[in-house]
Nanobody, 136 residues
Framework: QFQFVESGGGSVQPGGSLRLSCVAS????????IGWFRQAPGKEREGVSC????????YYLDSVKGRFTISRDHAKNAMYLQMNSLKPEDTAVYYC?????????????????????????????WGQGTLVTVSS
């Protein structure tokens, strides 16, 4: 009963833009650490961007800094990833995710590390994934 509806993927030429969206259902997104992850063919999943209201920190993968922006919309209970100046190496399946915070001492970078354990009593929610293809 707790889920994301994820959309916005597609095919785009190098230099183009896309905006990915995830709308939360059954829970209030404002209380969660949020993040975007991606997995390219033949590669492991990596954290693209995460942000935490607990300490106000925002993390971006080095290769997307200055091109991608993570954001929330309180009124729509949604999260977004604006992707500009897309490159072929951005091609991947993209996933949105939310994490109920483990500790106030942990920054957003921790949640994007891929090392966040599943914990009884704490709610983590993942989107179904959307494919982004950047090709000429």
């Amino acid at each position: 009963q707790f889920q994301f509806v994820e959309s916005g993927g597609g095919s785009v030429q190098p230099g183009g833009s896309l905006r990915l969206s995830c709308v939360a259902s059954g829970f209030t997104l404002d209380y969660y650490v949020i993040g975007w992850f991606r997995q390219a063919p033949g590669k492991e999943r990596e954290g693209v961007s995460c942000t935490s209201n607990s300490d106000g920190s925002t993390y971006y993968l080095d290769s997307v800094k200055g091109r991608f922006t993570i954001s929330r919309d309180h009124a729509k209970n949604a999260m977004y990833l604006q992707m500009n100046s897309l490159k072929p190496e951005d091609t991947a399946v993209y996933y949105c995710a939310s994490f109920q915070g483990r500790s106030r001492s942990l920054s957003s970078a921790y949640y994007c590390s891929g090392d966040v354990p599943s914990t009884l009593g704490l709610l983590d929610v993942w989107g179904q994934g959307t494919l982004v293809t950047v090709s000429s």
